[in-house]
C-alpha cells in the first residue's frame, strides 16, 4: 500500500491560482493511477483529474481549462495546478492513488485503494 500527503492548500481570491501537491510513499504499483478529488460541505465527493501509468490524463467538465494535473514519476508525486479560482471550488481536496490499468484511471472510476488526508482550499469573491 501507500501513503499519501497532500500540501499546498490555502486562501485565494476568486481568479487566484493554487498548486496543489501530493507526495506518494510506499509501492509504485499502487499509484500507476493518480488523481484529484474534492467535497465540499453538503455536497457528494467529486472526481477532478487523473493521470495514469501511459501518462493520459482525464478531468472533470467543471474544471477542464482550469485546472491541470501531472505526476512527477521519479518523485512520484502528483500536482494539480488550479488556475481561474472560483469561489464555487471551495473545498476539501484529496488525492487518491490505485493500480488500475490506464482504461480504467478516469475522474468516475470507483477503484481508489488509497486517499491521503486532504489540504483545503477557500476561494473568495
Known amino acids: 500500500q501507500v501513503q499519501l500527503v497532500e500540501s499546498g492548500g490555502g486562501s485565494v481570491q476568486a481568479g487566484g491560482s493554487l498548486k496543489l501537491s501530493c507526495g506518494a510513499s510506499g509501492s509504485t504499483y499502487f499509484t500507476r493511477c493518480m488523481g484529484w478529488f474534492r467535497q465540499a460541505p453538503g455536497k457528494e465527493r467529486e472526481g477532478l483529474a487523473t493521470?495514469?501509468?501511459?501518462?493520459?490524463?482525464n478531468y472533470a467538465d467543471s474544471v477542464k481549462g482550469r485546472f491541470t494535473v501531472s505526476k512527477d514519476r521519479i518523485k512520484n508525486t502528483l500536482y494539480l495546478q488550479m488556475d481561474s479560482l472560483k469561489p464555487e471550488d471551495t473545498a476539501m481536496y484529496y488525492c487518491?492513488?490505485?493500480?488500475?490499468?490506464?482504461?480504467?484511471?478516469?475522474?468516475?472510476?470507483?477503484?481508489?485503494?488509497?486517499w491521503g488526508q486532504g489540504t483545503q482550499v477557500t476561494v473568495s469573491s
Open positions: 493521470v495514469a501509468s501511459d501518462g493520459g490524463t
Open positions: 487518491a492513488a490505485s493500480p488500475a490499468h490506464p482504461s480504467w484511471c478516469t475522474v468516475t472510476s470507483g477503484w481508489w485503494d488509497n
